[in-house]
Structures are given as structure tokens and as C-alpha cells.
């Protein structure tokens, strides 16, 4: 049995041997070879997505071989520390036909990175996309894409979740809720009916991050989720940026440090409650109330103009990548001119590819310089 299994619905079929060559055509099938921990491997195991095509998933049935599409975490098929990812150069779709309960229940540190879930939940029942199998699971989603989901976009509540450079949109619960100490950094949320970000408070939550995030409309206007008291709600927060977040208390809530956050247009749609951007106020280096001067907000294009009071305003931050997975760190060096040899950061997922050194653009210094 291969410790890896490769997925293509485009050029697979369940009877081959899962390997790259010979793909598997269904998750489930491959989940149900691969996961299967009473063959003894049940370490370093791996399912690669390696084609973009769209995986219509159903509600499968537990522990069996079945074509549903749908990954599930089961006694007898518990692999710790799995991983399921899009092959490099794709970006496969998994689509829950506003059907499926759900598209991956995780057990203990899976890895999911590179894939879009859409679709999840009917419009009864609240559903995830990604969901762990049972309370305090930890795990690790990474570059994926998640949006018309009825429930939570990922609920992963142990100690150890990360979840980084997610896009999360156009879900009726939570964007990403964690309960334990959890790192959620560079994602950008929007139009989410409650919470884009939960996690938990109390001082047993102390190395908790929650950073360099960009949340817009969430929870959003019309909401009528009981849970819609703040955007952001959890121990640690530095480095967000909040827009036109209709809560009940505040945009942004930290118990613990808050700092170098941007949150503005705070309101209750309602017009019942008066809450503010930032709670407790603005903290170091907090920009209360002010404008972060998106791009294109109505088109949902959330990174930052050259002019954003949030470029060059996260100071101490040293997140390496921003949320397209770049370095936040300038490729042209500003040592050739001498000055702002350690920029600060900006606020937000985003990290604007050029500022002003003395009021000239950098890009333009490139141009100069020949550096594309």
C-alpha cells in the first residue's frame, strides 16, 4: 500500500494503484485505502488532489468504500498527522451541492491546504466544510478557498490550529472558529452572518495569535445569527484590519494584547445597539475609526492603496508571507538607497508590493534600477 495516494477525476479510476502515474479517481475511495490505520500506516500518510477538476461530494456512508467524494475521520480509518492537498500548479474544487453535511472530518493534525469547498449545508441544516471528528481536534488548513457554506467555514477547537492565507466568504455562521490556543494569520473574510474569527479568551489561551488578518462585512449586514456580538473575539489580536462590521459590542475584541489593529465602521444594523471599532479602545499603535483605504471594497478587493494609513503600520510584526503567499519582506533591497533598511510591515493580510521612500514610489525605483 502507498504511503501516498494521488487523485485525478480527469484521468484516474478507483481500480488503479493510486500512485501518480495510475491516480485514484474519488477522495473517499483513496481515503478509504489510504486511511485505513488498522494496515499499520498510520504516520506520513498523504492524499494529493492533482488535477483541477470540480468533485461533486454527497453524504457518504461511515468506514466504507463509496464514491461520495466525502472524507471522513471513523473508527478504523484515524490516521494522525494526514495530509490532503492540491498537487503543485492545481486548484481542485470540492462541491457539497448545498447537500453534504460536509467535505473533510479531520481527526488529530491533518493538513488541508490548496483546495475550494463551496456549497456545503443545505439550507436547513447547518453544516461545515471543514469540521473535526469530534471535540478538541487540532489541524492545519493552508491557502484554501471556502465560501457558500450554511454553517462554520472550519471548526478545528485544540490547541496547535493553524489556519493561514484563507480566503473565507458568503457563510451563514462563523468564518473560522477555535476555542484552545490556535494561530489564525493572513486570511482574508468577508460576509460572514457571525464571528469571522472566535477563539478563546481566558488567560489558559496566552500564546493565542491572531494576526495580520483582513475582515470586511462580517457579520454582516441583515445578520440575524444569534452570535454576532464582534468580528474579531479571542485572546491575542495584532495587525487586523475591520471594516463595516454590524455587531452588538465591537469589532474587535482581545482579552489579552491588542495592538497595531485598524477597525472602522462598526455599527449595529439594527440601530438597537452602539458599539464601538475597537474595544477596551485602540491600544498601541491602534487605528480606531480610521479608513484603511481598500482597493476596491464593493468588488471585495481588499488589499491596500499606496495611500493606506495601515502601509508601514505593524510595527513589530514578523510575519514572514502575507495572505497571496508572498515575502512581506521588499525583493528590491533598500540598501541601495540607504534608508528604511527594516520597513515595518503593513496592517492586514495584504502587504503592498511597493510604498514611498522621500515620496517616490519604489516601484518606479525598480523600474530605474532594473529590477522587474
Known amino acids: 500500500m502507498p504511503s501516498t495516494c494521488y487523485v485525478s477525476q480527469d484521468s484516474g479510476n478507483d481500480s488503479n494503484a493510486g500512485t501518480e502515474g495510475a491516480p485514484f479517481k474519488t477522495l473517499s475511495h483513496a481515503f478509504y485505502i489510504i486511511g485505513n490505520t488498522s494496515s499499520g500506516i498510520t504516520y506520513g500518510n498523504a492524499i494529493i488532489i492533482n488535477d483541477s477538476a470540480t468533485y461533486n461530494v454527497t453524504n457518504g456512508t461511515s468506514g466504507t468504500d463509496n464514491t461520495s467524494n466525502q472524507i471522513e475521520a471513523y473508527t478504523g480509518f484515524l490516521p494522525r498527522e494526514f495530509v490532503i492537498k492540491a498537487g503543485d500548479g492545481c486548484s481542485p474544487i470540492l462541491d457539497g451541492g448545498h447537500s453534504a453535511d460536509f467535505a473533510i472530518e479531520s481527526y488529530k493534525d491533518w493538513v488541508i491546504e490548496g483546495i475550494t469547498f463551496r456549497r456545503f449545508g443545505s439550507s436547513i441544516a447547518h453544516h461545515h466544510a471543514i469540521v473535526e471528528t469530534t471535540s478538541r481536534q487540532a489541524g492545519t488548513v493552508r491557502d484554501c478557498t471556502i465560501h ?18 484563507c480566503l473565507i466568504y458568503d457563510v451563514a455562521q462563523r468564518g473560522i472558529y477555535g476555542f484552545d490556543q490556535f494561530t489564525v494569520q493572513n486570511n482574508v473574510i468577508y460576509d460572514c452572518y457571525s464571528y469571522a474569527i472566535y477563539g478563546g479568551i481566558g488567560n489558559d489561551y496566552a500564546n493565542t495569535v491572531v494576526q495580520h488578518n483582513t475582515i470586511h462585512n462580517s457579520p454582516a449586514s441583515g445578520s440575524t445569527h444569534v452570535s454576532r456580538q464582534y468580528a474579531i473575539y479571542t485572546r491575542n489580536a495584532q495587525f487586523n484590519i475591520i471594516t463595516d462590521s454590524s455587531c452588538t459590542i465591537a469589532g474587535l475584541r482581545a482579552t489579552g494584547n491588542h495592538s497595531y489593529n485598524c477597525a472602522s465602521g ?16 485602540a491600544g498601541t499603535g491602534g487605528l480606531d475609526g480610521t479608513n484603511p483605504l481598500f482597493a476596491d471594497k464593493a468588488s471585495n478587493d481588499l488589499s491596500l492603496t499606496l495611500s493606506s494609513p495601515c502601509v508601514g503600520a505593524a510595527n513589530g510584526s514578523s510575519s514572514p508571507k502575507d495572505f497571496v503567499s508572498g515575502s512581506r519582506d521588499w525583493e528590491y533591497s533598500h540598501k541601495v538607497i540607504g534608508i528604511n533598511t527594516a520597513p515595518t510591515h503593513d496592517m492586514g493580510a495584504y502587504e503592498i508590493t511597493h510604498t514611498k521612500v522621500n515620496t517616490v514610489d519604489t516601484q518606479l525605483i525598480q523600474k530605474v534600477m532594473g529590477v522587474s
Open 148 to 165: 457558500a457554506i450554511s454553517g462554520t467555514a472550519i471548526k478545528l477547537t485544540d490547541n496547535g490550529t493553524l489556519v493561514e492565507r
Open 266 to 281: 462598526t455599527y449595529d444594523h439594527n440601530g438597537t445597539h452602539s458599539p464601538v471599532n475597537i474595544y477596551g479602545g
